[in-house]
């Protein structure tokens, strides 16, 4: 199996995070690149940097005005007196049907969900690596391989079309599916971070060509909050194509074994040609966030389930933060592809 990796992704290095009210050193740091690249390394994958595809594929999922935000709202942000030094919403409107302000703060509140995805000087620049590099894992997989994993950093499922929030600025699994689907491809994405998939289900929620199913913490007390419900089943053409199923904080290995199985029968129903695997390792229960418990046998388990499926898998890093079992549980995971 190749794994997929662009240096460019360390570049980004966000500063700026609130935990309940309180600044802390923010978690998605470049270090946890690192960990994860240094554990594909050992188990063996050929490590390939994604050739650039330009725009195109990603503006098949995000408009342009939201492109063109992430590029220039940092070095805009820089020319407002007393600004601080990482692009931070102020103001969180409570719809947005009405006008588009021209205004970098009206702008960072528009496109900005919350406070965890500050834009530095190098954030386009790293996003854009990380979408390339789902991009490339998604060709691969198209040309035969029975998996590819890129590993992808800043992650990207809580991205909305124009969105960020939560760490993410590209949705690079919606990317890569996207782009399968453009090829004649029907894809599944299965989201098994910690945190619902919500930028994911968003993209996809009136569309019933991809399928959605995301097992994550019961947002009722987890990030992030307003979505991720058992009741968002999809509108439109959509309805019925996404799947929500949440689990109690700290569930461990058994009770999310269980729902995987839930999740895989309604992905077989759905009868995909290919899958994305929006893989987060921070389920794990030495992950920083705590929320759920499940162990580093468990992540085996979990390949294992998801890889007997036998569809070929575009396997997409998502979240999993700084814990000594971080390259250990990839490598859990992977094992399942080889
Ligand atoms: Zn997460």
Do not use: M
């Given at each position: 199996m190749i794994a997929v990796f662009d240096p460019r992704q360390a570049a980004h290095d966000p500063q700026f995070f609130l935990s309940s009210g309180a600044p802390q050193p923010c978690p998605e740091k470049p270090d946890r690149a690192q960990a994860l690249l240094e554990a594909v390394t050992q188990l063996g994958l050929t490590v390939k940097q994604p050739t650039d595809r330009g725009v195109a594929p990603i503006e098949a999922v995000h408009p342009e005005?939201?492109?063109?935000?992430?590029?220039?709202?940092?070095?805009?942000?820089?020319?407002?007196?007393?600004?601080?030094?990482?692009?931070?919403?102020?103001?969180?409107?409570?719809?947005?049907?009405?006008?588009?302000?021209?205004?970098?703060v009206g702008q960072a509140g528009y496109h900005m969900m919350d406070t965890s995805c500050p834009i530095g000087p190098a954030?386009?620049?790293?996003?854009?690596?990380?979408?390339?590099?789902?991009?490339?894992?998604?060709?691969?997989?198209?040309?035969?391989?029975?998996?590819?994993?890129?590993?992808?950093?800043?992650?990207?499922?809580?991205?909305?079309?124009?969105?960020?929030?939560?760490?993410?600025?590209?949705?690079?699994?919606?990317?890569?599916?996207?782009?399968?689907?453009?090829?004649?491809?029907?894809?599944?994405?299965?989201?098994?971070?910690?945190?619902?998939?919500?930028?994911?289900?968003?993209?996809?929620?009136?569309?019933?060509?991809?399928?959605?199913?995301?097992?994550?913490?019961?947002p009722v007390r987890y990030y992030p909050f307003f979505w991720g419900y058992a009741t968002e089943t999809g509108e439109g053409a959509g309805e019925g194509v996404n799947l929500n199923l949440p689990l109690p904080r700290g569930t461990g290995d058994h009770g999310f074994l269980a729902a995987l199985d839930m999740a895989l029968g309604r992905v077989a129903d759905f009868a995909p040609t290919h899958l994305v695997l929006a893989l987060g390792l921070d389920?794990?229960?030495?992950?920083?966030?705590?929320?759920?418990?499940?162990?580093?046998?468990?992540?085996?388990?979990?390949?294992?389930?998801?890889?007997?499926?036998?569809?070929?898998?575009?396997?997409?890093?998502?979240?999993?933060?700084?814990?000594?079992?971080?390259?250990?549980?990839?490598?859990?995971?992977?094992?399942?592809?080889?």
């Open positions: 005005r939201y492109l063109t935000f992430l590029k220039n709202i940092h070095q805009r942000w820089q020319r407002i007196a007393g600004a601080s030094a990482e692009v931070i919403p102020n103001i969180h409107p409570d719809h947005r049907l009405v006008g588009y302000p021209a205004s970098a954030t386009w620049e790293a996003a854009y690596a990380s979408a390339q590099t789902a991009l490339e894992a998604a060709d691969l997989v198209r040309s035969g391989a029975r998996a590819a994993y890129a590993l992808c950093r800043p992650p990207g499922h809580h991205a909305f079309a124009e969105l960020a929030g939560g760490f993410c600025y590209l949705n690079n699994s919606a990317i890569a599916a996207q782009s399968l689907t453009g090829q004649g491809a029907r894809v599944a994405i299965l989201d098994v971070d910690l945190h619902h998939g919500n930028g994911t289900q968003g993209i996809f929620y009136s569309r019933g060509d991809v399928l959605t199913v995301s097992i994550h913490a019961d389920a794990f229960e030495g992950d920083p966030f705590a929320g759920l418990a499940v162990t580093t046998q468990g992540f085996a388990r979990i390949g294992q389930a998801i890889a007997a499926l036998g569809l070929p898998v575009v396997i997409v890093q998502e979240g999993g933060y700084l814990c000594p079992e971080l390259g250990q549980n990839l490598d859990a995971v992977l094992r399942a592809f080889l």
